[in-house]
């Protein structure tokens, strides 16, 4: 989509006027037509008068939700005609969300075609039109862009199917990201995993017939004005191996590599923005098949930090890639600021918290309201859940130093959380935050500006907290 902010007195080319309605009593034209069509000023309501060529589009307030979907639905409706270009008229409302404005008409766009034989190429057009352009609102017209840019390669990533998405192919596409953007990107095989002591990542691909890969993108700003670590589940594919997933749950498990796919598009967007931060980004891409190889419930594993882990369920296998990811990026990387990690971790936190929501946990209280913050004020939906001391007695083991289950069906989402919990070193306890994101990584049914399948999860809100700190 082509975006420009143009005067009221530039010349325009676009077909189409998007109006946005709040009140329809405010309307001075239309108004009785619209009501014959029962348009409602409300959230995802839109009716297109094709021969004034006018869409009226309904929202309710003025915050970053309702301002994304009706743009989104506004450029859905284009969609269904042959018109390529519209504008709106800003008023202060739209002004004040410019962001959910842009980041929303991007979104709300997107369409995953890779597999279709026929595709469209349409490209639209939006003009935005204000009283007098200034260069804030050109600032924001520009970061906007490569965040929305952003989630929808994350999107396009986490939709790839997984016969042609595998460990491989994960480690190449981050090296053509570090390429386009010029950070650097180091990929290890198992080998390296075995050589290191990652033996909890390693036992995990063992029985695919993709080679593993541990991904470390960095981004390194002179100046940095603080050290920022994101480490992502990677699993191109989750049949939960031998303690196999039954038939309809295996079903969207493309999907498990949604936490890389954000690690790796949000350092792609970082180092677009250019923000002054040192930040890793680290990926294990596994894929957990079966076969005659494979590590089995009652194996012991080492992690790299030296802990024994019991593994009673081979399908609670992102947590130990994550555990020596975790270990890895603490051993390679000093002074840590932030150390945060994105999984479709449990199916626990979707029962728990829902759908749309990111679980965010983690021992630093006030970072966890942060992040839950700064996830609110990106557009993406997230809630703390709490650690306590009879959780943690759950993963207990009794012939290993923990176990990667809970003792109990309750909680499951913590218990996992509390699991990592033991791979962060002392030193990095309280610069910590695990975001399960098993919920809205994956769009089963279209929901706001989500068409179904990937929505990019994780993307804007780590660019929003990154963002947050500059302002301290
Ligand atoms: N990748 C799944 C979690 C998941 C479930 C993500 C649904 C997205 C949607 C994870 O590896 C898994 O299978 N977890 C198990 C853990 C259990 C065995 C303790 C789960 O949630 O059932
Ligand atoms: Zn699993
Ligand atoms: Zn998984």
């Not at 143009?6 to 676009?14: G, Q, T």
């Not at 639209?124 to 929305?148: M, R, T």
């Not at 890969?213 to 920022?228: C, G």
């Not at 180092?271 to 194996?299: C, Q, R, S, T």
Request: proline share 2%; charged share 30%.
């Amino acid at each position: 989509m082509k975006i420009n902010i143009l005067e009221k007195n530039d010349k325009l080319k676009s077909e189409v006027e998007i109006i946005f309605v709040k009140e329809l009593d405010s309307l001075t034209q239309d108004k009785e037509l619209l009501e014959i069509l029962d348009f409602k000023a409300k959230d995802e309501a839109c009716v297109l008068l094709a021969e004034s060529k006018k869409i009226y589009v309904g929202y309710e307030k003025d915050n970053y939700d309702c301002i994304a979907i009706a743009i989104a639905t506004a450029i859905k409706k284009l969609q269904t005609t042959k018109f390529k270009s519209a504008n709106i008229v800003l008023n202060q409302e739209l002004k004040d969300n410019f962001k959910a404005l842009v980041e929303g008409a991007i979104l709300g766009e997107y369409k995953f075609t890779d597999y279709k034989s026929e595709k469209e190429k349409r490209k639209i057009e939006l003009d935005l039109i204000v009283e007098e352009k200034n260069s804030s609102l050109e600032k924001i017209l520009n970061d906007s862009k490569i965040i929305a840019k952003a989630v929808n390669k994350a999107r396009n990533m986490v939709n790839t199917a997984p016969a042609d998405f595998y460990p491989e192919v994960m480690a190449n596409i981050a090296q053509e990201l570090a390429k386009d953007v010029d950070i650097s990107c180091e990929v290890y095989g198992e080998k390296y995993l075995e050589k290191n002591n990652m033996m909890a990542m390693h036992s995990v691909g063992r029985a695919s017939i993709h080679e593993s890969k541990l991904i470390h993108l960095s981004y390194k700003p002179k100046n940095a004005k603080a050290k920022i670590v994101l480490v992502g589940k990677g699993l191109t594919y989750d049949s939960g191996g031998l303690s196999l997933k039954p038939a309809d749950f295996m079903v969207t498990m493309k999907a498990d590599k949604s936490g890389g796919c954000a690690v790796l598009s949000t350092m792609w967007a970082i180092a677009k923005l250019e923000l002054p931060f040192e930040v890793h980004g680290i990926v294990g891409a596994v894929e957990n098949m079966i076969g005659g190889n494979a590590y089995k419930p009652d194996d012991i594993l080492k992690a790299k930090n030296g802990k024994t882990i019991e593994v009673r369920n081979t399908d609670a296998e992102g947590r130990l890639v994550l555990a020596d990811c975790l270990c890895y990026a603490q051993d390679e990387i000093k002074d840590i600021d932030y150390i945060f990690d994105y999984a479709t971790l449990t199916g626990a936190c979707v029962v728990g918290v829902g759908e749309y929501t990111t679980g965010v946990m983690g021992n630093n209280e006030i970072l966890k309201k942060e992040a839950v913050v700064s996830a609110l004020n990106s557009g993406e939906y997230a809630t703390a859940l709490d650690f306590n001391r009879f959780l943690r007695k759950a993963i207990k083991s009794e012939i290993a130093d923990v176990c990667n289950i809970a003792n109990t069906r309750y909680g499951g989402a913590i218990t996992a959380g509390m699991f990592l919990d033991n791979f962060i070193y002392e030193e990095n306890k309280n610069k910590w935050i695990h975001f399960d994101i098993a919920g809205p990584a994956f769009v089963e049914k279209a929901w706001g500006y989500n068409p179904h399948g990937a929505s990019g999860t994780g993307v804007r809100f780590t660019v929003e907290f990154l963002r947050g700190l500059l302002k301290d």
